[in-house]
């Protein structure tokens, strides 16, 4: 069974930046048989989508609110997808989640990936 574990969150002030790595291990397929998504729950705050990327050509989406400031990437030799963070602000606050489904196309609803990580806390204050 296909087991993804988050890590690279952690304490960040205003501005900064944080790396988050998604790296995926057992089941039948390597990552790159997946469409991989990143997603985060801020307290009190419905699950939000931030960005995906496709398995059938690389296509990558982000939400609005990270445009611009992270970046979606994997890489198939470590079998680990990546979500780069940068000009990071308060309302970035959360638990950050990678999850994958076998969807050629990928999309930002969470009902849409059948398996996910345990998640790293990400905390952006001064």
């Known amino acids: 069974q296909l087991e993804l574990v988050e890590s690279g969150g952690g304490f960040v002030q205003p501005g900064g930046s944080l790396t988050l790595s998604c790296a995926a291990s057992g089941g039948q397929f390597t990552l790159d048989y997946y469409s991989i998504g990143w997603f985060r729950q801020a307290p009190g705050k419905e699950r939000e989508g931030l960005s995906c990327?496709?398995?059938?050509?690389?296509?990558?989406l982000y939400a609005d609110s990270v445009k611009g400031r992270f970046t979606i990437s994997t890489d198939n030799t470590e079998n680990t997808a990546y979500l780069r963070m940068i000009s990071l602000k308060p309302e970035d606050t959360g638990v950050y989640y990678c999850?994958?489904?076998?969807?050629?196309?990928?999309?930002?609803?969470?009902?849409?990936?059948?398996?996910w990580g345990q998640g790293t806390q990400v905390t952006v204050s001064s």
């Open positions: 990327i496709s398995r059938r050509d690389g296509r990558i």
């Open positions: 999850a994958v489904n076998d969807a050629r196309l990928c999309g930002l609803r969470g009902g849409e990936y059948n398996s």
